[in-house]
Structure formats: structure tokens, C-alpha cells
């Protein structure tokens, strides 16, 4: 038996299909109007929608999420926004994190994600409180949503200085980190602050994904130092180096070079258009940087690429709506992908750096989002396309109306 079938579906690649799911997976793949070897249960015709592998937002921060209009970046920039998020935190509660966190939830799910991986804040100031509440934020979405909690660790990391932050992180990995994170290129030591996270990434056996060079300025280079360090050791574990703004300012023959060794050292790569299209470039009065990494090199290189939409309305980025076709339409803007590239880095991409399916064949998960758009340049296009997210073949949002919310 059947549990559903999307009817008239369009893939990508322009083929008309009924997708057949049963318990939560996908059962096959037919040619659309086919008589299907069963009957299904329940139908969703979907009008020639573009179906693709759901949305995955594979760098988040949840626990600022929405909290723009009361915390203001008074430079613009990125130390801005951080002195603003750090004068604010004795306001920021674990309640109030896990409200704004489910708001932001139901944006992402209303516009086709279903996977996330957030960041989350750990420090002075802050403690622990921001793995307490999205840790709870998980679990009680897990139907919905799969959530991946990547610890912030903030710096010093390394020596007599680091040993508070160091202790906080061990004690944020009891609480159920699954990957571990850190902002190295901030640290007076980044090449401690590196080899200090992957030591304890290691020992825990958790999956890595580090805030690597949001800066214009070309002599700031962590990411080769990374790549160096995860090649030097054989680091065991998956790897994302996200953002990498100051390789897009090097010349090309450098940026081949490092994206070289970023491939041997089998790193993923999430550029962040949005954020850092904000945070970038400030004080720049002619020819303003886009603050991009550099795409086209790494994909040259071989490197998996991904397309992350960051902050969403909060003191790193005042804008943002949780959509990753916005996200697509600056990859393509900003950053010269090809509709289907930019589409790509948001579906597949985004999927593959999470460890999650890429495709729809039978028997991967039926994590689907369905866009009403007569092409995928429409799709991306159009920013207030009509969505259609399943999550192991349950519709959990639509654009319509959100089922998350009605559901109660
Ligand atoms: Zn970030």
C-alpha cells in the first residue's frame, strides 16, 4: 500500500513523474500518468510543480534569530554586530531563544527546509543557556525538522587564556553538540584556536563546521591554515569551513592554489551571500567588495559548495527572510551561479555537506519541496513562489498557510 503520491511532478532535469512514498520513503519513480503498481492512500497533485530534494539551510543561528529590532549594530559591520549581540545578552533568556527560534522555524519549513544546521553561542555571557534551549528546540521539532546544533565556541581557545571556553565546550558536547564550531580567524592564536577544536572534535567524534575568514583583508587566510592542519593530522571527520569571504579577495592563482588544498583536505565550503553582502565592505567608498567567496575557484577544485542564508533579521544581517531561493537569487546575482547551480547549492549541496540524500531515486527519504514555477530561473526568480515541503512524506508547510501552526 501506498501512503501517497505526488502527481505531476517536474524534476529538474524537465521530466514529467508521479512520486510513490511509503512510510516515509520513496518508493519509486514513474513516468507521470503511469498506472501505478498500487493504490495509493492519499494524492497531491501537484500541477507540474518543480519538485527538488527539500531545502536544507545548512548555516543558521538560530538563537539571534529575529532579534534585529531590539539589539542595533550601530557600525554595520561585524565587530558591530557582535559588540551589539554581547551588550545584549543579559536580556537573552533561553524562553526567548527557543520562542524566536520556533518563529524562525516555521518561516524555514513554510518555504521548503527541512533540514538545518544552526550555530549556537557559547561564552562569556552567554554560558550555556543557547545549547540549553536549542537542544530542547530539536528534540520537540524532530517530526518536522532535522536539526544539527553546531557549538559557536567563542575565543580565546587556546592556552591559560582559553581554559574557561575550553571547559564550556566540553561541557556543551555532554549536552548534546553534534558538531563543534568556533570562529578561529577572531582568536589571537588561529592556528591554536584550529588545532584546539579539531583535538576536541576528535575525541568527541563530532563533524566540524568553523566561521573561517569573514573579512575583506587579503592577509587573512585561516582557511589554508585549516586545510593544512585536517591534511597534516588525517582528520577523521566530515569538515565546513563557512563563509571564507578573503579568499574571494585573493588573485587567482592563489585562490586555485588554497582550493587545491581545500579539496585534498576534503572540506565543504558555505558561502553566505546575504550576511556577508551586510557585514562586508563597510567604510569602502568605491568598487565595495561583495564580501563572496571565491565560487568559481573552489568548484574548479572540486570542492563541495553549498549556499547558506546566515542570519535572518538580527544584528548580522537586518534582513532575511529564512528562504533559501533568496539565497539562490544572490548566489546568482552576487555571485554569477547558473539558476540550476544556484538551486543546486540550497538542495543537493546544502544536503551533501549535511550528510543527508541528494536525490529523488527510490528509497531515499521523501524530504521533498515542491515550487510552483515554470522554470527553475522562475523558481528563483519569483521570491514568493508557492511551496509544497514534505518531510519523510508528510506535508509539514506550505506557503499557503502553515501546517505546523494549524496543526497545533
Ligand atoms: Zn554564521
Known amino acids: 500500500m501506498t501512503d501517497l503520491v505526488l502527481a505531476n511532478a517536474t524534476l529538474v532535469d524537465g521530466r514529467r513523474v508521479d512520486v510513490f512514498i511509503n512510510d516515509g520513503l520513496i518508493e519509486s519513480v514513474d513516468a507521470a500518468d503511469a498506472t501505478g503498481a498500487t493504490t495509493p492512500s492519499e494524492q497531491h497533485n501537484l500541477g507540474g510543480a518543480l519538485l527538488l530534494p527539500a531545502f536544507a539551510e545548512p548555516h543558521a543561528h538560530l538563537d539571534k534569530a529575529l532579534s534585529g529590532d531590539r539589539i542595533t549594530n550601530r557600525t554595520g559591520d561585524l ?6 549581540w554581547m551588550g545584549a545578552l543579559p536580556s537573552i533568556t533561553i524562553t526567548d531563544m527557543i520562542e524566536r527560534a520556533n518563529t524562525a522555524l516555521d518561516m524555514y519549513i513554510g518555504n521548503g527546509v527541512t533540514a538545518i544546521r544552526t550555530h549556537s553561542d557559547i561564552g562569556e555571557g552567554i554560558g550555556l543557556r543557547s545549547v540549553e534551549a536549542l537542544t530542547e ?3 520537540t521539532n524532530r517530526a518536522d525538522v532535522d536539526i544539527e546544533i553546531c557549538g559557536l565556541i567563542m575565543y580565546p581557545l587556546a592556552g591559560t587564556a582559553g581554559s ?14 553534534d558538531l563543534v564550531g568556533g570562529v578561529p580567524a577572531l582568536d589571537p592564536d588561529p592556528a591554536a584556536n584550529i588545532a584546539t577544536t579539531l583535538d576536541a572534535a576528535e575525541e568527541a567524534s563530532l563533524p566540524v563546521d568553523l566561521h573561517i575568514d569573514e573579512t575583506i583583508d587579503p592577509d587573512v587566510l585561516t ?10 593530522r588525517g582528520f577523521p571527520n566530515p569538515i565546513t569551513a563557512s563563509h571564507c569571504v578573503s579568499l574571494g579577495m585573493q588573485t587567482p592563482a592563489r585562490q586555485r592554489e588554497v582550493a587545491m588544498l581545500v579539496a585534498e583536505a576534503g572540506i565543504s565550503v558555505i558561502a553566505n551571500p546575504q550576511t556577508n553582502l551586510f557585514l562586508q565592505g563597510w567604510g569602502v567608498e568605491a568598487a565595495t567588495p561583495r564580501g563572496l567567496t571565491a565560487i568559481e575557484a573552489l568548484h574548479e577544485a572540486g570542492v563541495t559548495v553549498a549556499g547558506g542564508g546566515d542570519n535572518v533579521q538580527d544584528p548580522f544581517n537586518l534582513v532575511g527572510r529564512a528562504d533559501p531561493l533568496e539565497t539562490a537569487s544572490l548566489l546568482v546575482s552576487a555571485g554569477h551561479l547558473s539558476p540550476i547551480e544556484a538551486l543546486a547549492a540550497v538542495s543537493s549541496e546544502a544536503r551533501r555537506v549535511m550528510g543527508l540524500s541528494t536525490t529523488i531515486e527510490t528509497g531515499n527519504p521523501a524530504d521533498l519541496v515542491a515550487v510552483t514555477a515554470p522554470s527553475t530561473q522562475a523558481a528563483i526568480a519569483s521570491g514568493g513562489t508557492a511551496r509544497r515541503t514534505y518531510k519523510a512524506g508528510r ?11 494549524f496543526r497545533g
Open 164 to 177: 574557561y571556553n575550553r571547559r564550556l565546550l566540553t561541557e556543551a558536547i555532554d549536552l548534546g553538540l
Open 223 to 232: 582557511l589554508e591554515v585549516l586545510a593544512r592542519q585536517v591534511i597534516d
Open 137 to 139: 528546540v530539536r528534540d
Open 395 to 405: 506535508l509539514t508547510g506550505s506557503s499557503e498557510q502553515s501546517v505546523r501552526r
Open 79 to 84: 565587530m558591530g554586530a557582535i559588540d551589539a
